[in-house]
């Protein structure tokens, strides 16, 4: 079995930053592209950014120059830095990985998200 789990998520002023973690567990073999995505109160959920394995990045553009991604492949861990927040971030957040499993098995998988509000 394998599990996404996200941490990091909180109450944040405008302006402010948080950095959310995501960590695989379970039988993985290798992770390949991780991502973030974001689902806003009445939205559907929308890419935020993602990450090859070798660590070419893609980002939204309402979070270019604010969001940073990243990956730590010994650790099965992705990460988002948020910079210069702003209330329109406001979403739950959520961890995609596609993972090969130790059977050999290839599934994208799902955290279960956590909450970022951003509100004075």
């Known amino acids: 079995q394998v599990q996404l789990v996200e941490s990091g998520g909180g109450l944040v002023q405008p302006g402010g930053s948080l950095r959310l973690s995501c960590v695989g567990s379970?039988?993985?073999?290798?992770?390949?592209?991780m991502g973030w995505y974001r689902q806003g109160p009445g939205k559907q959920r929308e890419v935020v950014a993602t990450?090859?394995?070798?660590?070419?990045?893609y980002y939204a553009d309402s979070v270019k120059g604010r969001f940073t991604i990243s990956r730590d492949n010994a650790k099965n861990s992705v990460y988002l830095q948020m910079n210069s927040l702003k209330p329109e971030d406001t979403a739950v957040y959520y961890c995609?990985?596609?993972?090969?499993?130790?059977?050999?098995?290839?599934?994208?998988?799902w955290g279960q998200g956590t909450q970022v509000t951003v509100s004075s």
């Open positions: 995609n990985a596609a993972i090969l499993s130790r059977t050999l098995v290839r599934s994208d998988y």
């Open positions: 379970g039988s993985i073999f290798r992770i390949n592209d």
């Open positions: 990450i090859t394995r070798g660590g070419s990045t």
